[in-house]
């Protein structure tokens, strides 16, 4: 007992204090492997997903979101309403998304990819200012989910605040 008791007081003492070293996240060396499966159906599933980042979300071509979204996707980022035409609107009106060439690649910096039913998760590196550190940043990982069905992704999570416009690198 004696033992047991100096071992717990300094776990709750490391446990209390704040971190003061971090992981830095960083990006999958082969992203566009990440989307792809030896399943069919859960390869299909990546690239509609794949394709919402590449196009739409990276390249700004909301003129193809019809290809990708389901015209009653479900949005559970408290941001953007419900609704395809929504969502589309929400980019190219309210953030004035400029469309740009679509890359060859995807351009974006994935961690992840997991896929199980219809459900496919994206975690991406994210880059936040340091409110402790005047001038700092450090790294951290958002979280997207999508239902895809019929071809097209259905229904939205993601990790967002209100009125909060993460930035990705």
């Known amino acids: 007992m004696k033992f047991i008791l100096p071992a717990l007081s300094g776990i709750c003492i490391a446990l209390s204090a704040p971190a003061s070293a971090q992981e830095a996240v960083t990006a999958a060396p082969d992203v ?3 989307f792809t499966s030896p399943d069919p159906q859960l390869n299909a599933n990546k690239q509609i997903v794949y394709h919402v980042f590449k196009d739409l979300l990276g390249a700004g071509h ?16 408290p941001n953007v309403a419900s609704g395809r035409k929504t969502v589309v609107d929400f980019f190219t009106k309210t953030l004035k998304v400029e469309p740009r060439p679509i890359p060859e690649k995807l351009d974006w ?6 896929a199980e039913g219809d459900l496919v998760v994206v975690a991406t590196r994210r880059v936040v200012k340091d409110p402790t550190a005047a001038g ?34």
């Open 109 to 114: 910096p994935v961690v992840s990819v997991t």
């Open 32 to 34: 566009e492997a990440l």
């Open 62 to 77: 909301w003129e193809k979101a019809d290809q990708y979204l389901s015209e009653e996707y479900l949005q559970h980022n």
């Open 136 to 169: 700092g940043e450090y790294t951290t990982t958002w979280f997207d989910m999508w239902r895809i069905k019929d071809g097209k992704a259905t229904e939205h999570w993601d990790t967002a605040l209100r009125n909060e416009n993460p930035t990705f690198e």
